[in-house]
């Protein structure tokens, strides 16, 4: 027996004395004032700190499943509670029921689960008020995520939800207060320790459903309340949608032989659809400079060994914010980062790409198991983010400005659900050039006509994907009333190579292939719909829309005059330029062929259109010349047989380059952060 003092002694009964045992030392408890043992002291407390570390990994793992499902759209989340439930055509019906029954699935599932968990290591600890201090640590992490999303996502809706966790969160702050008052023995000896446990949970589940579930509730109120009278601001808004690396040939509305963009086609039917449009450039940084600034790569030189947009350009976001646009823009390419110069003018400006630390650490382990494999595209997000950016300044009363760039087309190419004739094994022999294009210059990665059919129908898929996803944000502006007062424009920056002239992705030429794109201008109050067989160039949208909206022009020195919509637009060539860019070969191939020949890809290229007449110069002598009305695949070169035509069309072009106004090349440097490096590593830009 153990006596009052800590010593030990044997009963009366007992024969044999037995020597006093050394004391055993005795703590007072820091939380409930009671003598505990030393050894079973130290057991809380780690048994306190494995709870504390497993429940923070919980919350954030939780915390990440909430970011994939809830700031998806809301069509998604909605198609996942008509699976559940199996009535689509009664939510179909009613949206907001649908959201609502949404909302409580998930806060539902959320509850039960931490109830589990918590009571579990609750249990574990064997001491319900020590879980406490596990309990604090993990809101503040939970209340820290919160501000963070907020903030990355500035909106009316975000900081409902701030105000609403912080007065939840002050609840829960007074609940544990009231747990550390209360004894152990309190809670050993009442039922009213797992009542107090449930009650807890659920104001954390109800905080963290507030915060990260208002602005879906805020939206919601906004679209269904019947008072709501949206009523168009005066001056038209602007969507400028450009789909990264679609070539204008598989399109449906611009020629192409199957059914790739029904609902594209849908909208063009209204539109003015130009099935001659070329861009300035045939990648995207030179590209995207020329669309935002009006100007050629060789006067904004942003191009291949600089990727900067300098400051002292004028953007399209710049001269629509100061004629009282709001502009926003998403992008899913990192090379238009912030630190490139692409933000300029942008009110908000989000790089989609950049997702937190855990998430991004998260789908890199998970990847290639359950199924589930990374993507380098975020269209639902993107266009989730966008849907609710416009929900929320629906009432301010301005007009805006949308640009959103979409990678869906873009290599790699992932496999969509549907593709006939594609076998496993065909996309495992594709995958390294699926993965680094450039390997196809490699003979041990030459593909096949075969293998090269298959690379096509996953670029197809990739487009049907990006038309189903483009035609579900049309609804949503003509369900919002937004789409009859709004220029939407769909293009591309670009389009793609696949074993044409033997070359792979976008690079090392000036063929259709690559400067051709799809270019639809929908506005039907001044344009009448139709198709434009003129040929036209995207470095005119800068002014072709400032016309549009009534704007009096806004020139830079040799900025490109006339619109899209004019006829002097016809009486201007069609030029564009593609800067040397070997040294990003050399860079991707150095490791596996050091031997390798780059003399064909070292060289600068221009190309003018006249006419139906393509010529294209190059740096290393190699001219070219093609009658596009008889040879429009540009596969019999006429410099040889016409020399006359060839120095006529070179002249014009030495003309135009010695017309261009006096834009200086920029000096600036970009910080580019690890997520954009990633990203563009995974691209295949960058080792």
């Known amino acids: 027996m153990i006596s009052d003092d800590g010593r030990l002694f044997l009963s009366a009964q007992s024969r044999a004395p037995v020597p006093s045992a050394p004391p055993i030392h005795r703590q007072e408890s820091f939380l409930e004032g009671q003598p505990v043992n030393s050894h079973v002291s130290a057991r809380l407390r780690w048994g306190s700190g494995a709870a504390l570390l497993a429940q923070t990994l919980l919350i954030a793992c939780i915390l990440s499943a909430?970011?994939?499902?809830?700031?998806e759209p809301v069509a998604r989340r909605t198609a996942i509670v008509e699976w559940v439930l199996s009535k689509p055509a009664f939510f179909s019906m009613s949206p907001f029921l649908s959201q609502l029954v949404s909302f409580c699935a998930v806060s539902t599932a959320f509850l039960v689960l931490c109830c589990a968990v918590f009571l579990l290591l609750s249990s574990f600890a064997r001491t319900p008020p020590m879980t406490a201090l596990p309990a604090l640590a993990n809101l503040l992490t939970v209340f820290t995520l919160i501000a963070i999303r907020a903030y990355k996502y500035p909106s009316e809706a975000s900081r409902i939800g701030i105000f609403a966790a912080i007065c939840l969160f002050l609840a829960y702050l007074y609940l544990l207060v009231n747990r550390l008052r209360t004894s152990r023995e309190q809670f050993d000896n009442s039922s009213g320790f797992l009542p107090s446990v449930l009650l807890e949970i659920a104001i954390v589940s109800l905080m963290l459903s507030s915060a990260f579930l208002a602005p879906d509730f805020y939206s919601m109120y906004k679209r269904s309340s019947s008072a709501r009278q949206f009523e168009g601001p005066v001056s038209p808004n602007v969507i400028l949608i450009i789909m990264d690396t679609v070539r204008a040939d598989h399109i449906s509305c611009c020629g192409y032989e199957k059914s790739t963009t029904p609902h594209i086609d849908a909208i063009a039917r209204d539109s003015a659809v130009f099935l001659n449009a070329y861009s300035a450039a045939p990648w995207t940084v030179p590209s995207h400079a020329s669309i935002f600034t009006g100007l050629y790569p060789s006067q904004h030189h942003t191009d291949s060994g600089n990727v900067i947009l300098g400051e002292r350009l004028v953007t399209l976001a710049e001269s629509l914010r100061a004629s009282g646009y709001r502009t926003v823009g998403f992008?899913?390419?990192?090379?238009?980062?912030?630190?490139?110069?692409?933000?300029?003018?942008?009110?908000?400006?989000?790089?989609?790409?950049?997702?937190?630390?855990?998430?991004?650490?998260?789908?890199?382990?998970?990847?290639?198991?359950?199924?589930?494999?990374?993507?380098r595209e975020y269209t639902t997000r993107t266009f989730g983010l966008l849907q609710r950016w416009l929900v929320d300044h629906s009432r301010s009363g301005k007009p805006f400005f949308v640009f959103v760039n979409l990678m869906a087309a873009h290599l790699p190419s992932y496999p969509r659900d549907g593709i006939p004739n594609v076998t496993p094994e065909d996309l495992a022999r594709i995958e390294p050039v699926n993965l680094v294009p450039e390997r196809f210059y490699?003979?041990?990665?030459?593909?096949?006509?075969?293998?090269?059919?298959?690379?096509?129908?996953?670029?197809?898929a990739e487009i049907r994907y990006l038309d189903a996803q483009i035609g579900a944000f049309l609804s949503f502006l003509d369900a919002e009333r937004t789409l009859e007062n709004s220029i939407i424009i769909i293009t591309s920056d670009h389009g793609e190579n696949f074993g044409d002239y033997t070359?792979?992705?976008?690079?090392?030429?000036?063929?259709?292939?690559?400067?051709?794109?799809?270019?639809?201008?929908?506005?039907?109050?001044?344009?009448s719909p139709g198709l434009v067989q003129e040929r036209v160039s995207t470095v005119r949208l800068f002014s072709s829309i400032r016309e549009l909206l009534e704007l009096p022009p806004e020139l830079l020195p040799g900025q490109a005059v006339g619109s899209l919509f004019s006829d002097s637009c016809n009486a201007t060539p069609i030029i564009a330029e593609h800067a040397n860019n070997v040294d990003m070969l050399r860079g991707l191939l150095a490791s596996e062929?050091?031997?390798?020949?780059?003399?064909?890809?070292?060289?600068?290229?221009?190309?003018?259109?006249?006419?139906?007449?393509?010529?294209?110069?190059?740096s290393n002598g190699k001219h070219e010349l093609y009658d596009l009305s008889r040879d429009p695949r540009e596969l019999h070169n006429l410099a040889v047989e016409e020399p006359e035509t060839t120095r006529r069309l070179g002249r014009r072009l030495d003309e135009w380059l010695a017309g261009l106004g006096p834009v200086a090349p920029t000096t600036e440097r970009s910080i580019v952060d690890h997520a954009t490096h990633d990203e563009l590593r995974a691209l295949g830009y960058v080792q």
């Open 503 to 527: 070359l792979i992705e976008h690079q090392y030429c000036l063929y259709d292939t690559l400067i051709k794109v799809p270019l639809i201008v929908r506005f039907p109050k001044k344009l």
């Open 331 to 375: 992008t899913e390419n990192p090379f238009l980062a912030r630190a490139h110069g692409f933000s300029q003018g942008f009110d908000e400006y989000h790089e989609l790409w950049k997702r937190s630390l855990f998430i991004r650490v998260a789908a890199r382990l998970a990847n290639g198991t359950f199924g589930y494999h990374e993507t």
């Open 442 to 460: 490699l003979e041990k990665y030459r593909l096949s006509p075969h293998e090269l059919d298959v690379m096509l129908e996953l670029y197809d």
């Open 593 to 618: 062929e050091p031997d390798f020949d780059y003399s064909r890809f070292d060289a600068n290229w221009r190309c003018i259109l006249d006419g139906d007449l393509k010529f294209i110069w190059s």
């Open 66 to 71: 909430l970011e994939f499902l809830i700031f």
